[in-house]
């Protein structure tokens, strides 16, 4: 990729993520602080699908912590200081507009090349993740193993929202959003570790979420469906499905992030130190789960 294209879309990253008033008050709120999903929600008064739908386009400004958390990434620490440079100088022009040279302020320019170096860096890497499936990806990377554990810490927090009539739905319709993008994730790991034996334990995983998200007979997705509009035993389904399995999905997230935990990089060479137990414990962990959805399918399947 040419390093025009990186800065263009580098530039629309920032100023996508930038440009609505809800997710720079999102990233305000987080300064400083970690907050929950449920927190987050109290606080900007919005429908829980919609902020899942901001959260998930900030995802390269915000991260999860160690305990669940939202908070910024280094990335979005930076924003939230180009945001500060920009709104406590309301008398100043923030772009120094000069017509024969059109000139830019060195604050903002220097605040947004920072942000384009590390921005550069690391959608390098996001961007073949995304291209998996194609057969593009040269290797599976520590980002795409917490790419994984994130998108499962999204479904997780999905899971925990209060439903309710007027958003059941919603969450439930994100919840599976989440649940496909972690298997794009597990593939492209999947795929870098065959044919080693990394790679059945992740197989495992993916058979897993597949079986969440695909509709037909059997599936997470098709017993919702079977539910059809009875809203109260929707809301009861989920309600149960989240006390038996967001534990557990979260934990099988965070085994696989660790067990990647010692790659490193310099330059072009990248060195692996795979945790094959850590992986061991993550396929454990689905196994266990598969046989608690299978139980939950069974008693909704005859509602």
Do not use: C
Request: hydrophobic share 40%; no cysteine.
């Amino acid at each position: 990729m040419s390093e025009e294209k990186i800065e263009g879309e580098t530039y629309s990253l920032i100023f996508k993520s930038l440009k609505h008033p809800l997710r720079r008050k999102i990233l305000r709120i987080l300064t400083d602080r970690q907050l929950s999903f449920t927190e987050i929600l109290n606080i900007v008064q919005i429908d829980s699908g919609h902020l899942s739908y901001h959260l998930e386009n900030l995802s390269e400004l915000i991260k999860h912590s160690a305990n669940g958390k939202y908070e910024l990434s280094s990335i979005g620490k930076a924003a939230v200081n180009l945001m500060s440079g920009v709104e406590e100088r309301p008398q100043k022009s923030t772009l120094t507009v000069k017509f024969k040279g059109k000139k830019i302020t060195k604050v903002l320019h220097g605040a947004v090349l920072t942000i384009v170096i590390v921005l550069a860096a690391l959608n390098i890497y996001y961007y073949n993740i995304s291209q998996a499936l194609t057969g593009k990806v040269q290797g599976a990377t520590l980002e795409t193993a917490r790419g994984f554990f994130f998108s499962l810490s999204y479904a997780t927090t999905i899971l925990q929202s209060e439903p309710k009539p007027e958003n059941v739905f919603s969450l439930i319709r994100y919840f599976k959003y989440h649940i496909q993008s972690a298997i794009e994730y597990i593939r492209a790991l999947r795929m870098y570790l065959l044919p080693s034996s990394y790679g059945d334990s992740l197989l495992v995983i993916e058979d897993l979420l597949w079986n969440i998200t695909l509709g037909g007979a059997g599936g997470v997705t098709d017993t919702f469906d079977r539910l059809g509009w009875n809203v109260s035993m929707v809301i009861d389904a989920f309600k149960e499905l989240n006390f038996i399995a967001s534990e557990k999905i979260f934990n099988m997230g965070h085994e696989v992030a660790e067990a990647f935990d010692g790659l490193r990089r310099d330059h072009t060479v990248v060195s692996f130190s795979i945790i094959s137990s850590r992986l061991e414990n993550a396929g454990s962990i689905a196994n266990n789960l598969k046989a608690v959805l299978n139980e939950w399918i069974t008693k909704y399947s005859k509602m």
